[in-house]
């Protein structure tokens, strides 16, 4: 079993900077690739960017390419996501996952076995 933690959502001016966390206990954290998800109102939930278990590859969703850049620190057991530039249609509430599967980088909901509750980030224009 795995526990994830998100934190660091709020509101903020388009244009602005978010680091949100995700901080993991109960099993090795770095055996892991780690995810982040987000769910907009009327919106089905979207991938957003990947980091792999070693931390040598990512991946990001184009709507956020070149705003967002995932991390990770596994002597803390924690991933983040910085998030600059952001604009209102980034609003949602952003979920961390995590997957032990055999994908390095995976994009699909369904590979994530673990998730966190969420946390709101609001971006007002």
């Known amino acids: 079993q795995v526990q994830l933690v998100e934190s660091g959502g709020g509101l903020v001016q388009a244009g602005g900077s978010l680091r949100l966390s995700c901080a993991a206990s109960?099993?090795?954290?770095?055996?892991?690739?780690m995810g982040w998800f987000r769910q907009a109102p009327g919106k089905e939930r979207e991938f957003v960017a990947v980091?792999?278990?070693?931390?040598?590859?990512?991946y990001y969703a184009d709507s956020v390419k070149g705003r967002f850049t995932i991390s990770r620190d596994n002597a803390k057991n924690t991933v983040y996501l910085q998030m600059n530039s952001l604009k209102p249609e980034d609003t949602a509430v952003y979920y961390c996952?995590?997957?032990?599967?055999?994908?390095?980088?995976?994009?699909?909901?369904?590979?994530?076995?673990?998730w966190g509750q969420g946390t709101q980030v609001t971006v007002s224009s």
């Open positions: 980091i792999s278990w070693s931390g040598a590859s990512t």
């Open positions: 109960g099993r090795t954290f770095s055996s892991y690739a």
């Open positions: 996952a995590a997957s032990s599967g055999i994908t390095i980088a995976p994009i699909q909901g369904a590979e994530y076995a673990y």
